[in-house]
């Protein structure tokens, strides 16, 4: 991927976005370009024509505490506007994920991940918490807020790029029933979370943090898993 000429304009268009010289309105410019540029990214690689079969592949990525299941479900909300699958194999508070999905699919939900952990990390970093709140309720929710605003971005960038090539949507629905079919055969049996009682008021705050975040990175970081104290 880091050869590719098209993530090399991706990187280009945020080293400007992350200019301190840049206007907001800039910034959120240059993003938008960026995250258009990802998401074709995605289309162009699942209709290449091969020579070799693209079987579906997979990974495991731990994601460490504190709010693990809180940074597992954005993971997941990654993994599934790019036409992945993920399985949570929570044990004792950290969180493993299995990830199932086509070799470009899988790299960008990793990239996107490792820098969406930061930037929420940054972002909770300056919330305030209202003085009668726990922080770890108002840090939860903030999350989901966060988490939500991302996973509608993401899927409108992809439906847009899907549209925007012919005969893509045929291709990329079948490449999506080929992970289903192989997360079934590793997990025959799954259930699914239960749902969760969020106290915190922290949502609305997360959610436009979320709305205004880097939906590319340069590829070249490498994967974090933790950075939300």
Not at 12 to 23: G, M, S, V
Not at 28 to 40: D, N, S, Y
Not at 64 to 90: F, G, N, S, T
Request: net charge positive.
């Amino acid at each position: 991927m880091t050869a590719d000429p098209l993530l090399e304009r991706v990187r280009k268009l945020l080293a400007k976005a992350e200019d301190p010289a840049c206007t907001p309105a800039e910034a959120e410019a240059f993003t938008a370009k960026a995250t258009e540029l990802i998401a074709k990214y995605g289309v162009d690689q699942a209709l290449l024509p091969r020579s070799a079969p693209d079987p579906v592949g997979d990974r495991i990525l731990t994601v460490d505490p504190p709010y693990a299941r809180d940074k597992a479900a954005l993971l997941a909300a990654v993994a599934l506007a790019l036409r992945c699958r993920v399985v949570h194999l929570d044990r004792r508070g950290i969180a493993r994920s299995h990830l199932f999905g086509h070799a470009a699919d899988l790299e960008r939900v990793e990239l996107l991940f490792t820098s969406l952990l930061v930037q929420a990390a940054h972002g909770l970093a300056t919330a305030g918490v209202p003085w009668d709140e726990h922080p770890a309720a108002f840090r939860r929710s903030w999350l989901v807020g966060f988490t939500e605003a991302v996973r509608a971005r993401l899927v409108r960038s992809e439906r847009s790029a899907a549209t925007g090539a012919p005969g893509a949507e045929l291709v990329l629905a079948d490449r999506s029933v080929q992970v289903e079919r192989r997360r079934d055969e590793v997990y025959p049996r799954l259930a699914k979370l239960g749902p969760r009682r969020l106290r915190g008021s922290g949502r609305r705050q997360g959610y436009a943090v979320g709305s205004t975040a880097n939906l590319s990175r340069d590829p070249r970081l490498g994967h974090q898993s933790g950075g939300l104290a």
